[in-house]
């Protein structure tokens, strides 16, 4: 993810797009600390789950990757759980985020390989051009 896509998703969120569970638990032990750069990149990356199926067609690569989304932040949870210090928090939030980048290119992935239109719209705040 670049940069300029990770700043578009991080106010995406701030806009009022809603998290998932885990993270707006995370926010409840933030205490005033400043964020990371892997919980900046998670929280933009949670911006991009997808809602809806690719196509509209729900199939066994749809079931997997909400399952994996699922399961992505369960284990976050419970990575943040037993966290005890900073950098067990940062290795929490790079694994979320990298779990859920690899389960929507692996869902992209198979259902482009299935004929369907796979395409993303992000729109850009404007950045003083």
């Known amino acids: 993810m670049n940069r300029t ?5 991080i106010a995406a969120l701030a806009a009022g797009v809603s ?18 750069h892997e919980e900046a ?7 991009m789950v997808l809602q809806r199926p690719i196509a509209g067609v729900t199939n066994n690569y749809w079931f997997n990757y909400e399952t994996d989304i699922a399961e992505a932040r369960k284990e976050f949870t419970k990575d943040m759980a037993g966290a005890s210090d900073t950098e067990d928090r940062r290795d929490a939030w ?3 985020r990298s779990e859920m980048v690899d389960a929507r290119k692996d869902y992209a992935k198979e259902m482009r390989e299935k004929g369907y239109p796979v395409g993303e719209v992000r729109l850009i705040a404007d950045a003083g051009r």
């Open 94 to 96: 790079e694994e979320y």
């Open 19 to 36: 998290a998932p569970s885990a993270i707006a638990q995370s926010e409840a032990a933030y205490d005033g600390r400043p964020i990371s």
């Open 41 to 47: 990149l998670a929280r933009a990356e949670t911006g």
């Open 5 to 9: 896509t990770a700043l578009a998703a």
